[in-house]
């Protein structure tokens, strides 16, 4: 992964937190002391409408944007945001989706999208420290035990822990 430029794709619908969850992950390459970029498609989000961030990292990423067919991850907070971005993933590209995580083993639902981003970090080479560093900045602190809760479920889901 170090040698070359990773891309995901997050999407979602408005107030799942699909931005909150690229702002961890970017944070977290940043923290690895990879190069990072990320952009965002709002959309209707604060109606509850479809969201997209795409997060890329690498020794040099040069754009924020990631092309169509190329995504290694497509990590999708809603079942129904799985077919309108399912383009975007490359061949052998990765989905992650609700169905990855058993929303039972989370002490708060609303935590889902930090949860698939535990589930992604098992296929990732970036420190789980960095992971853990980057929810306790990214959130404020009466969030931070159900959030790395969350994450360690869908990490160990993922096939770590």
Do not use: Y
Not at 41 to 57: E, K, L, Y
Not at 82 to 108: H, M
Not at 127 to 152: D, G, T, V
């Amino acid at each position: 992964m170090a040698d070359r430029v990773t891309n995901v794709v997050v999407a979602g619908l408005g107030g799942q937190g699909v931005l909150k969850a690229s702002d961890i992950l970017a944070e977290a390459a940043f923290r690895a002391g990879l190069d990072v970029k990320k952009a965002e498609v709002h959309g209707m989000s604060q109606r509850g409408g479809s969201v997209r961030s795409d997060v890329r990292f690498g020794p040099q990423v040069f754009s924020p944007m990631v092309p169509n067919g190329s995504a290694d991850f497509l990590v999708a907070l809603a079942a129904d945001q799985v077919e309108p971005n399912q383009p975007c993933l490359a061949d052998g590209g990765i989905l992650i989706s609700p169905e990855n995580v058993d929303e039972n083993l989370l002490s708060n639902r609303r935590c889902l999208n930090v949860a698939l981003l535990g589930f992604l970090s098992a296929h990732l080479e970036l420190p789980e420290s960095h992971w853990l560093a980057a929810i306790r900045s990214n959130l404020p602190s009466p969030l931070h035990e159900a959030n790395c809760q969350a994450f360690a479920v869908g990490r160990k889901m993922g096939g770590i822990g």
